[in-house]
Each structure stands twice: as C-alpha cells, then as structure tokens.
C-alpha cells in the first residue's frame, strides 16, 4: 500500500496494492500488521458500517464528540466526494477542510482519526461505501456540522439539491459546533 499525507496532520490517504488480471482484481482492504508499520496508527476497529446511497445523496458532517471514532473508509460502487473537517481546536488546520473523490475504480481509502467531523456527496448511483471505526456508535454523543456553512465554504461538487436527512439539514454551524480541544 501507498501512503500520501494531507495538509491535515493526521489525515492519510491510502493506495492499496491491486492485483489484477483477465479474472478481475484482488487486494487486501486492511492488513493491521502492515496498517501500523506503514501508518505508525495503532487501530482497533470495533464496527464496520456499509452504507448505499443513489446519485445526489449528502451525508455529513458527523462526529461523535465523546467516544470519538477514527474511520476507514472506502468505496467498494460507485464513488463519493469524500470530506474531512478538522475540528481539533489546538490543530494549526482547524476548520480547514480536505476532500477526495474514492470509487469503486481507484479504490483509494482515508484514514480520518478522531477529532475529525466526515461527510460525502455521492457522485454515482447505487455506489456503496464501507467503513471501520474505532469506537461503537453512540447516538447520545453524535453531532452534525452544518454541510452549507458558508464559512467552511466546502465544494461538494454537486449538481443540483441534496438529499439529506432532516439531521443533517439542521447541522449546527461551525463556529457553534462542540469541538475537539
């Protein structure tokens, strides 16, 4: 696997080794041995989500305030504008924010440790999206940065309105946002 850091300490990008041939394609989707020498991250994946979601679909930008997770994500159909936001007060990239298209295609992944607020917009019908986190889910800690906060100013690349939950239509926005210290 490849490993390419963002302007946000922390935040990886990663390309796994593929494998391919008339039959089609093989890779190794995480490895924890190789993960940690690569990364230096120690991670213990405690849930994987799956998630499908047609062309148009908004998610984001979540985070669990206490009980925060680290996420692997990955796109196995379709693809997503994937979106990062440091909310890590005491980071010198707080309220910055990264994005990167994943697909089925290039089968690129993110680590995204805690401390970050994720989203997407997905770019294709039917496109599935995976991903591990470090902690379980826990509706009572969960928060929702507002996607349209014209202060992040965030290009979600999308061709018209969203579909969004009603959650995520109500986000808090960023200057009002619980953070990370």
């Known amino acids: 696997m490849q490993i390419k850091t963002t302007h946000l300490s922390g935040l990886l990008q990663i390309e796994p080794r593929v494998f391919g041939d008339n039959r089609g394609f093989f890779y190794e989707s995480f490895n924890e041995r190789t993960f940690l020498e690569q990364t230096g991250v120690e991670a213990r994946f405690v849930q994987d989500n799956h998630s499908k979601s047609a062309r148009g679909v908004l998610r984001g930008l979540h985070y669990q305030i206490r009980h925060a997770q680290g996420k692997l994500v990955r796109v196995t159909r379709g693809a997503v504008l994937d979106v990062v936001l440091d909310i890590r007060r005491s ?22 440790p805690p401390g970050f607020a994720h989203g997407f917009s997905v770019l294709e019908d039917d496109t599935e999206f995976l991903y591990k986190t470090t902690d379980y889910w826990m509706p009572e800690h969960e928060r929702c940065i507002l996607w349209s906060d014209p202060a992040l100013a965030i290009d979600w690349q999308l061709q018209g309105e969203p579909v969004m939950s ?14 990370f210290e």
Do not use: C, H, Y
């Open 91 to 112: 980071s010198p990239t707080f309220g910055q924010w990264f994005s990167s298209v994943l697909s089925e295609d290039n089968k690129l992944q993110m680590w995204i």
């Open 166 to 179: 009603e959650k995520d239509k109500r986000g808090t926005p960023f200057q009002a946002a619980e953070v």
